[in-house]
């Protein structure tokens, strides 16, 4: 009867606990409480519009804060210790993509002239001020309010009604995509949950979201325009949307986006569905248009035919922050560039040293003699020299084709900034269990796998730090087998998906631990 007592309560992990400060300590790796800071950026100086705790500690926080980026960002204490620094890039820079007949992308970076992006940082209490440096533009020492728990950060809600397309599982254990809709007017909701539905389907077919579909949930956000369509400048077109779209924006060709004041309107939409890890804005316009900001989590597409395949190339720039492998007349940059894409190295070697694909080449006389066909292939980032990328096709590169695996590997990582292996517990790790408690003979413990590609995930039991040999979802232990005093039972859950050769933060693996005295 005890044991049944204490096996009652599934408890979810990265959910809510009764008693989170002591349930973190169980967790690998620990969940900080994060806030999000509200920038403001118009090149020449940063604001902050508010901060704000996370409701959702497990998403989209990197447990390694990005060590380069054009600006350095600085949480201090008033006395002026530094607590936590992390980079960052242009929030003004956006993804535009164009697209050929035969699908091959053209890819072309757009400067926002002002835009506001959400940075995820570690709440820590005694932090007072934000510095901001590098860009060229002077240092901003912002002073950080207290953060506001409400979802709330940019104003007023509209009224919008939503809906929960699909849903696997607890928000708190998945990636969350929320659609909104521009230039669709309320006689054309249901074209709008048609088009969800299709961009929906064939987001989750495509490798690698289709073997971990399961770890996925879809909303929309019936965002109701006056007119149908979107501003289509070139041909004096004008229409009065609720998300202010706009094609030719900014003068380039095809630039579907919008102003500043329509990313307010688009998180403000957005955080209609609080748990939104990623937001996509589908553009009601036949012509093909798609860009997205990799800061950001948004990406914007148009339903044309092409629209549900460049809304996944879009989602390599603005979930799996990869670049275009594209051809084109553009210079080769630099210095080696951030994205795990692109590499100006011409050598196995040199891969290796900057910590690129080096592991997914195999030992073959050419590239095409091996399995992976992974290699490195000239023409990247828009240059048709000097930058290499892994593979002769790829999405990033073509529409139509495969991720290639060095992109595919890139968004599995990312969806576990989102997701853990271990879906739920039981009995609750929270107190230590007395072993005295219990009139049973055997405790049992029980692991809920969040199991996105059904047998690859790998569970292996351990007392007191020694492996056994049992590595089914729950574990019977006979009370009599422990001596008196303190134990720890734990759990390790790993993603073992091909996907994946390499994981250096450890990413696809979680674990919980329970304490027992007899
Ligand atoms: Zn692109
Ligand atoms: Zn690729």
Known sequence: MGVKKIAALIVGIGCV?????????????????TQLLWLH?????????????????TSSYTPSPSSSGTFRLALESEDGRVLFVSHFDDPRLIHVDRVTEEGDIHGEALLLPETIVPLRVPYVEEATRLRISGGNIPTGV????????????TGALPPYTTQTIIRTGPSCNRLDIVFLGDGYRATEMEKFDRDVRA??????KTPPYAAYRYAINIHKVNVISRDSGIDRPSLGLYRDTALDMTFDFEGVPNAVYAPVE????????????????????LVNERDLGGSSGPLKNISVVTTHALGPE?????????????ADEDDGPLAPPLREPMKVNVTLERTREGLRRVGKWDYWIEDAQSPSESRTRVGLFEGGLGASYGVFRPAPTCKMRTLGQPFCPVCAEQHVRRFYFYIRPIDAVSPPPIAPLSVHETTADTLVFRVIPLEP???????????????LEHHESSLSLPTATLSPGQHTVTVVVTDR??????DPSGLLSSRVSWTLTR
Request: aromatic share 10%; no cysteine.
């Open 17 to 33: 606990w009764p008693r989170p400060s002591l349930v973190e300590a169980h967790l690998s790796p620990p969940t900080p409480r």
């Open 41 to 57: 950026y118009d090149g020449t100086q940063f604001r902050l519009i508010r901060s704000q705790l996370d409701s959702d500690a």
């Open 142 to 153: 912002l002073p950080l309010e207290a953060p506001i728990e409400a979802l709330d950060a």
């Open 199 to 204: 961009f929906a389907d064939h987001l989750l």
């Open 262 to 281: 329509s990313e307010y309107k688009i998180y403000r939409a957005a955080a209609l569905v609080p748990d939104a890890d990623l937001i996509i804005v």
């Open 310 to 322: 460049l809304l996944v190339h879009e989602l390599g720039h603005s979930l799996a922050f990869l």
């Open 453 to 467: 590609s059904p047998g690859r995930l790998h569970i292996a039991w351990f007392v007191d730090g020694l492996p």
């Open 497 to 502: 998906t091909p996907f994946v050769r390499w």
